[in-house]
């Protein structure tokens, strides 16, 4: 260890991880203390104007910088499967260090949605023994993860004080299960052109939870073409992912003018504007509206697929699994008990296997969540959702999956494009005092509102012509134990 580390803070020394457990065959070090948070931190550089790379720097600074990492150099799912497999070496040397911190291990993100929701996708495919739990920095525009776990939506400091805190937060934080949501969308190859999706001009790791499988993949049939990919927040179709599309664009473009949260948020609600959000009757096509663009099934119960009444008037739809869209709104906000018992409707809980389906018919409708008890029109909660595209309807659509849009071509001939969205496992998140997410599990949850998530787990295995593929979301390789480790001696 160097000098500089023997010199450091005393509440830095909880956070701390030596040399030789981040770095594979480095020389094994004698430390005198166990730290009580170890952390890994991920930072995505690119976010925030120039905060990412100036909170990149005095991450750095306070910690081991083997320990922080810049996702713009490096991969989450390569440094994840590097140390743990430094983990396994380790620990069948009977390294006690190393097992201490891997599992008290915690790890930081700093990004956007987007950044955020990549880490967790890789964290569910490597499939770990003691996954660790994830806190968000809010480095994005909306930071709708972060807000949901009390983590705020503002664009932090990157002082060194700043810093500190934020660390002692996530010492602090409770751990908390959230639901993970795993996404297909199949379509025949066509004759002529492409329906890959088209991503924005800038998203730094663009549509890496949405991406075509390989051909090695199970999900792969031939003459189609196949995407997958995952989602911890929502998945959103219609005008809000025009509008995010155009921003993400107009950003590429113009880098210069997206130096901060307040001006980003501006630009984002001008383009809502120009793109005739606010007078969507006017200057958004009907063939585009939500029940013209697609039929939209759901499964409430295990093996009962139902169709979804969608008013005409609907011009955008949300897959929410979080309390939080569009910069921290709640589009389903709370039932009242009247709604719950003649509608079946209970409140957004993050781990029940349940997402809630809202629609908006225009940017006025969405300022409604900003008035007291405000909501969307509430569709439906469902464990599983079906969209289904047919030929006549729009050659394009726009989508987007936690803050990352794309422009989605759709085939002119008579074949269905099918998108579904099923759940998958669950993954753990890092929640403060401030938290608003509720978990099913709370004391003071109503016990009949635990119903849907036992239907969910006995329908795992059910029926289906997707069902036993949905493994992964393809964010990583599943985690392999090194050749040269002996498993009959692992822990």
Known sequence: MDDCSSEMKQPLKNFYIPDYILVPDAEREEVSYTPTCPVIVFINSKSGGQLGGDLLKTYRELLNSFQVFDLGEEAPDKVLHRLYCNFEKLKSNEDILAADIERRLRLIVAGGDGTASWLLGVVCDLKLAQPPPIATVPLGTGNN???SFGWGKKNPGTDRQSVEYFLEQVMKAREMQIDSWHIIMRMRAPKDGSCDPIAPLELPHALHAFHRVSSSDSLNVEGYDTFRGGFWNYFSMGMDAQVSYAFHSERKQHPEKFKNQLVNQSTYAKLGCTQGWFCASLFHPSSRNIAQLAKVKLMKRPGQWEELHIPHSIRSIVCLNLP????????????????TRDRDLTAPYVDDGLLEVVGFRDAWHGL????PNGHGTRLAQAHRIRFEFHKGAADHTYMRIDGEPWKQPLPMDDD?????????GQVKMLATNHCRSKSIHDPSTPSSASSHHDDEDSCEDSEDEWEGERRKFGAAETFKFPEDI???HLS
């Open 324 to 339: 939080s869209f569009s910069g921290g709104l709640n589009p389903w906000g709370t039932p009242n008990q009247r709604k």
């Open 416 to 424: 269905t494009v099918v998108v579904e969205i099923s759940h998958l």
């Open 145 to 147: 993860l972060p807000f």
């Open 368 to 371: 409604v969540l900003l008035a």
């Open 486 to 488: 002996d498993i009959a």
